[in-house]
C-alpha cells in the first residue's frame, strides 16, 4: 500500500497531465483564475536593490539553494550560486526582504560587452533590430516558505521590477530562458512571446536542463495587460497592479543624474564574492577576463580582477568607457533652425550620443543644452557625427567642443566613481 507522501506524488502527477489535456486558452484562463495581488502588503515587507554584503550574499545563497533544488546546478562548496554576470556594473540584484531576512530575488542583466546568458541558445537579432534596450530576467528565487502563498512575495517582486525597467532602467524590452513547465506562467500572466516554438533540450546555464526563451515588449505590455484584465476585481487585475496601484514597501534608488545603471560593487566586493567565496574569476576564459578589464578600467579594481593574459601582439585592446544615461536635451543654433529635441543615452569623456527628433546638420557648431539631472543642467557646445537613421528614428554622435563645469562634475564621478552612491557626491572627484 503506498504511504500518504507517494500518493499526493501520483495525485499530484495525475492532476499535471489531466491539466496539460486542456486547451492552451483554458488553460491560460486557469493560470490567470489565480492571481492575488493584494494593494497593502504587510508593511515589514521591504522591496530595494540587493547593494549592501549581507543582502547580495542572502540573495546568492537563496539563489544557489533553489537552483539545486531544482536541479539546475550542483552544489557549491561556497553554497552561493554567483555568475560572471552578477559581476558586472550592468546587472542589477533586486531582492524582497521580510524582517530583515531576504526571502525573494531576482536579477536583471542589461547588454554589455559580455552580452547575455541565453544569447548562447536563443537568436536575439529580432530584438535588437527593434528600437529600446534589452534585458534579461535571470536568477529568480522565492524562499519555501513563500512559494505557496498566492504570490504573496513572487507579485510584489515582479510589480518591483516592472517599476525599475520601465522608471530607471531604460529598458523596453525583456527576455528570459525558463524550464519548459514555468513558461505558461509568464505567458498567461504576463504575455511573454516565445523566441522559438522549440525547447531547447541542454542548456549549459542551468545544469544542461531544458529551456525556452521568451520575451516582452514593455512599451506594448499596458495595452495588452488592460484588455486581457478588463472587468476583473483589482486584487485580480495585473494591470491595475502594475499601472495604477502605488506600493509604498518599493525603495526606489535615490539619483541625483538621469543615469541607467545602479552599480554597487565596490573593489572590496568584487573580491569577496568572486575571488574568497566562489572561483568565478579563476574559471573565466581569456576572452572574459580581457572585457573585465575593459568594463572595470578603473586602478582600484585591477588588484581584485582576474590577471589578463599574454598578449601575443603586446598591445591589449582598449575603448572608450562609455555610460548609460536617459537625459532629455534640446539643440540650439542658427543652423539647426528651430530647437531639436533630442535625448542623450550614452555618454563618454570626448562626447556623447543620443537619438534626435529629425535629422541634425554636421560640420556646424551648436549647443546643446542638456538636463543632467533634476537639478543639474549642462549647456555644451557639440558638432553632429556618426548620424544614422532607421526608420523614423534618427541618431547621432556629437562631439563636444568645451565642456562646462556641471559636465566635467557629472562625467569625472562616472569615471571615478564605483557605486551608484558615489554619483551623489560627485562633487568629491573634482580635486
Known sequence: MPTLPRLRFFIHQGARKLFAMLPQAR?????????????????????????????????????????????FMTPDPSGLRVTIYHALPTTTTLCAKLDDQVVGTLSLIRESAIGFPLQRIFDLSGIRAKEGNIAEVSALAIHPRF??????????????????CTTFFDTRHLVIAVNPRHIEMYESLLYFRRLTAS????????????????????????????????????????????????????????????????????????DYFFNQRTRVFAELSDRKKTLLHLIYDLPEYHA??????????????????????????????????????????????????????????????????????????SRLTVQAVQETSQDDRHYCGFRIGEPDLVWRKFVTALYRGHTHSDLDHATRFLQ
Open 27 to 71: 488553460r491560460h484562463r486557469v493560470y490567470r483564475s489565480f492571481v492575488d495581488c493584494d494593494p497593502a502588503p504587510n508593511p515589514r515587507l521591504v522591496l530595494k536593490i540587493a547593494e549592501t554584503r549581507e543582502e547580495l550574499e542572502a540573495c546568492f545563497e537563496l539563489l544557489h539553494d533553489a537552483y539545486v533544488a531544482s536541479g
Open 147 to 164: 512559494r505557496r502563498t498566492g504570490g504573496t512575495i513572487l507579485f510584489p517582486l515582479m510589480k518591483f521590477m516592472y517599476e525599475y
Open 199 to 270: 525547447v531547447v533540450e541542454n542548456y549549459d546555464f542551468v545544469n544542461g536542463a531544458p529551456a525556452i526563451g521568451a520575451t516582452l515588449d514593455l512599451k506594448h505590455a499596458p495595452d495588452i495587460l488592460r484588455k486581457a484584465y478588463a472587468g476583473k476585481p483589482p486584487r485580480r487585475n495585473l494591470y491595475h497592479y502594475f499601472k495604477e496601484t502605488q506600493l509604498p514597501n518599493i525603495q526606489i534608488p535615490h539619483r541625483r543624474f538621469y543615469t541607467t545603471n545602479d552599480p554597487v560593487l565596490t573593489p572590496d566586493l568584487v
Open 304 to 377: 581584485v580582477l582576474p590577471p589578463l593574459p599574454p598578449d601575443p601582439t603586446g598591445t591589449h585592446v582598449r575603448q572608450h568607457r562609455r555610460f548609460s544615461v536617459k537625459c532629455p536635451a534640446r539643440l540650439i543654433g542658427e543652423q539647426a533652425g528651430k530647437a531639436i529635441p533630442i535625448e542623450v543615452s550614452e555618454v563618454s569623456r570626448y562626447g556623447f550620443r543620443a537619438r534626435t527628433a529629425r535629422i541634425v546638420p554636421t560640420g556646424v557648431w551648436l549647443t546643446a543644452v542638456v538636463q543632467l539631472g533634476s537639478k543639474e543642467v
